[in-house]
């Protein structure tokens, strides 16, 4: 198994410009996550998903999209990018049957804003 | 809202000394899970607490969970510089009784073991 993929690995992108940053699981979990990593502030969530066709938003939505239409891949859409956006983007997923919950991180995407 | 607080921010330690992080809340959480990043890498899970009191130990790494369940710690014997990396604390986010695995997570620690 691959686990947690993620494309692309680094992206500059000028401002107002868009981008879709890539996440794919092989492990069939139904739960899948997208947080942005900034330095000294931990990871926050941005969105979530509890299967295919059903997202919800996180701490930080503001200036995202997801979708979800197959249970392996979680698009995170940035449609006009801002220097905020500037960030380490970080996919998870989660066994749901599984008690202790364990997030499965992909190697996250770096993605600066110019 | 519920907050993690890690302390300290930053530890920069030489080979064979200890160490403490600790995570703290005002909030109850009814399990803790701590964390290791590694620099390019997601986080890596090591270890979930979920009694009020617990302790774990993996390896040189002690973890501990408040009887009140609002902290949770983290004691490394004898550091190595292999154990360089930034240690997150997490708990999960309760929304309307249920997280749905939702985490929120402290800032984080930034761990340096110099040989």
């Known amino acids: 198994n691959a686990g947690v993929t993620q494309t692309p690995k680094f992206r500059i992108l000028k401002i107002g410009q868009s981008m879709t940053l890539q996440c794919t699981q092989d492990m069939n979990h139904n739960y899948m996550y997208w947080y942005r990593q900034d330095p000294g502030m931990g990871l926050k969530l941005i969105y979530y998903?509890?299967?295919?066709?059903?997202?919800d938003k996180g701490e930080v939505p503001n200036g995202y999209n997801v979708s979800r239409s197959t249970t392996e891949d979680f698009p995170l859409r940035l449609e006009l990018a801002a220097p905020s956006q500037t960030s380490v983007y970080f996919c998870a997923s989660i066994d749901q049957r599984e008690v202790r919950k364990t997030q499965y991180f992909g190697p996250g995407t770096r993605l600066l804003v110019l | 809202t519920q907050l993690l607080e890690q302390s300290p921010q930053f530890l920069s330690i030489q080979e064979g000394e200890n160490l403490t992080v600790y995570c703290n809340s005002s909030s109850v959480f009814s399990s803790l899970q701590w964390y290791r990043q590694e620099p390019g890498e997601g986080p890596v899970l090591l270890v979930t607490?979920?009694?009020?009191?617990e302790v774990k130990k993996l390896k040189r790494l002690t973890f501990q969970f408040g009887d009140a369940r609002k902290d949770s710690s983290l004691h490394i014997t004898a550091a190595q510089p292999g154990d360089t990396g930034l240690y997150l604390c997490?708990?999960?986010?309760?929304?309307?009784?249920?997280?749905?695995?939702?985490?929120?997570f402290g800032q984080g620690t930034i761990l340096t073991v110099h040989p």
């Open positions: 607490v979920v009694t009020g009191g």
């Open positions: 998903s509890v299967g295919a066709g059903i997202t």
């Open positions: 997490a708990g999960p986010t309760l929304a309307g009784g249920t997280s749905y695995g939702k985490l929120t």
